[in-house]
């Protein structure tokens, strides 16, 4: 069974930047999609952003567009979210996600939690003003 393994969460404060790493490990085939999602107490959980490991296409939410990143290394199974000029609204907990499968070429939808299989036990990010 694949295990994701996040990292990088904490406290910051308003304008300030964190770095979110999910390492993959555990898992046969190859990875499809991998990405963050995210939930805050009372509310749904909600994608942030994701890659499709074969193209490196990436979806983000619009809430965060121009100010967080994602990216992926292959070579080390991690996605990484770049988050910068967080706001209050953006603490929550952050779930790392991933897909795998025996296709390498894969270009279907990152977009959506559906795409995901495998998920992390989530990083708290807190903002303060």
């Known amino acids: 069974q694949a295990q994701l393994v996040e990292s990088g969460g904490g406290s910051v404060q308003v304008a300030g930047s964190l770095t979110l790493s999910c390492t993959a490990s555990?898992?046969?085939?190859?990875?499809?999609?991998m990405g963050w999602f995210r939930q805050a107490p009372g509310k749904e959980r909600e994608a942030v952003a994701t890659i499709r490991a074969w193209d490196g296409r990436t979806y983000s939410a619009d809430s965060v567009q121009g100010r967080f990143t994602i990216s992926l290394d292959s070579s080390k199974n991690t996605a990484n979210l770049q988050m910068n000029n967080l706001k209050v609204e953006d603490a929550a907990i952050y779930y790392c996600?991933?897909?795998?499968?025996?296709?390498?070429?894969?270009?279907?939808?990152?977009?959506?939690?559906?795409?995901?299989?495998?998920w992390g036990k989530g990083t708290q990010v807190t903002v303060s003003s």
């Open positions: 996600a991933a897909s795998f499968s025996t296709v390498q070429q894969y270009l279907g939808s990152c977009s959506g939690a559906g795409a995901f299989r495998s």
């Open positions: 555990r898992y046969t085939g190859f990875t499809t999609c």
